[in-house]
């Protein structure tokens, strides 16, 4: 047995963990250079909008900024408004769109946001929401605009991003880890979208020319020697598993570790033929009836697609709406 060494992500590698990352970095940047900063925070929408409460922007006081509560349009103004409000020493809660006094900057939407404005955060806290960020753990910031108050929340006690009386509770989770188990140009074309996508992407692989490609685009990844070469996995409850094997006699040791974890989505390359051949192995192997039914086979969202670019444009989307569905229950 061996591990798969995950590298750890800088704050450089931002797109390791999503627009949070890089949200994060930036005011982590501003306390290195002592320079004064604000989290804005997305905290209402009425109508159209092409972010959700929760999203998030950082604005340092030289009017550096990243993040996005908007498609784009309107990030340049809040960021004005935002250095407004470290120099004033003042939090703030302003409306865009609709209804707002802001009467020259219109949403192409047609709806209208409010977005809280925490001048001056605590970089302890910063740090620390940067380092639970980065080591894959859960937690929440409230945000209690009355008082101008930013405290983090860790434990069983979080909720989903939205209003709790005159507080606002923003809730994090690990981007989603994708393991994916397979040789050949389906592998590669799975891990070179994933990680354009931003997924943390590990690859297990049991061809020369697709590890090479692994490694290429940016993935963490490890060569496979054997069918039983069964690595210790980095699955945790936010990692999605996907085998792509056409010689399925690699598939039965992985799948029979895998199947057992804790991984809120399992699937698996091939046909519903080779999906019942492919259960029937691991029944044999001593697998659970309740264990074997979380595999998804076919895997994808849609049917059967005639390159690898499609499958894995089927893949991720199949994964993505399953994590959609995981965070909402």
Known sequence: MHGIVVPKRTLGERHRHGESAAVFGLLREAAGENLLSALVTLVEVEGGSSRDIGAQMAVLADGRYCGYVSGGCIEAAIAAEAVKAIEARQDTTLRFGVGSPFFDIRLPCGGSIEVHIHQRPDPALVAEMA????????????????????????????????????????????????????????????????????????????????????????????????????????????????????????????????????AFFIGAMGSRHAHKVRCERLAAAGAEASSIARIKGPVGLFGPTRDAGALAVSILADVTQQRLAFDAS
Do not use: K, M, N
């Not at 069918?227 to 996907?242: M, N």
């Open 131 to 262: 380092t639970l960020l980065g080591t894959r753990r859960a937690f929440g910031l409230e945000l209690t605009p009355s008082r101008g108050t930013a405290s983090l929340v860790i434990g069983p006690d979080l909720h989903r991003t939205g209003w709790r009386d005159e507080t606002f509770r923003c809730h994090y989770a690990p981007v989603t880890r994708l393991l994916l188990v397979g040789r050949g140009v389906e592998l590669e074309r799975a891990v070179q979208l994933a990680v354009a996508a931003g997924l943390d992407v590990v690859a297990l692989c049991a061809d020369d020319p697709a590890f090479a490609a692994a490694r290429a685009a940016g993935a963490s990844a490890l060569r496979l020697d054997t069918p039983q070469d069964v690595p210790d996995l980095p699955i945790d409850r936010w990692t999605a598993a996907v085998t792509l094997f056409h010689d399925h006699d690699w598939e039965t040791a992985l799948l029979r570790a895998i199947i057992d974890s804790e």
